[in-house]
């Protein structure tokens, strides 16, 4: 299975921005998709963003979108999410997930919420008042 490393976390200021990466150890074509969950102290895990890396289609949690943008880079196997104008709600160790097969009956998003595929160390953000 393929190999994650996240990197990229930090702490900011409400309304700073932070971009998250994501490494992975095999060509990113060999998952179907990438994505980043997201667990804050005390909370559910959340699905925050996903993309078909075969075809470059992206999904966002409702709490995210508009603010937040899943890509990837083919060349460097890294999977990257920008994150703009970050509220203190965002506070969580943030995680890298691979889908090495594609969900059945549910959409990536919602499979990498409930917990389908692999998943690096995670890499903490926090953002303050």
């Not at 900011?12 to 179907?32: E, F, H, N, P, W």
């Not at 959340?46 to 890396?53: K, L, N, P, R, S």
């Not at 075969?54 to 999410?81: M, P």
Request: net charge negative.
């Amino acid at each position: 299975q393929v190999q994650l490393v996240e990197s990229g976390g930090g702490s900011v200021q409400a309304g700073g921005s932070l971009r998250l990466s994501c490494a992975t150890s095999k060509d990113i074509y060999s998952t179907y998709f990438m994505g980043w969950f997201r667990q804050g102290p005390g909370k559910d895990r959340e699905g925050v963003a996903v993309i078909d890396t075969g075809r470059g289609a992206t999904d966002y949690g409702d709490s995210v979108k508009g603010r937040f943008t899943i890509s990837q880079d083919n060349a460097k196997n890294t999977v990257y999410l920008q994150m703009n104008d970050l509220k203190p709600e965002d506070t969580a160790t943030y995680y890298c997930d691979a889908l090495e097969e594609s969900p059945v009956g549910m959409t990536a998003l919602q499979a990498i919420d409930i917990g389908f595929g692999h998943w690096g160390q995670g890499t903490q953000v926090t953002v303050s008042r």
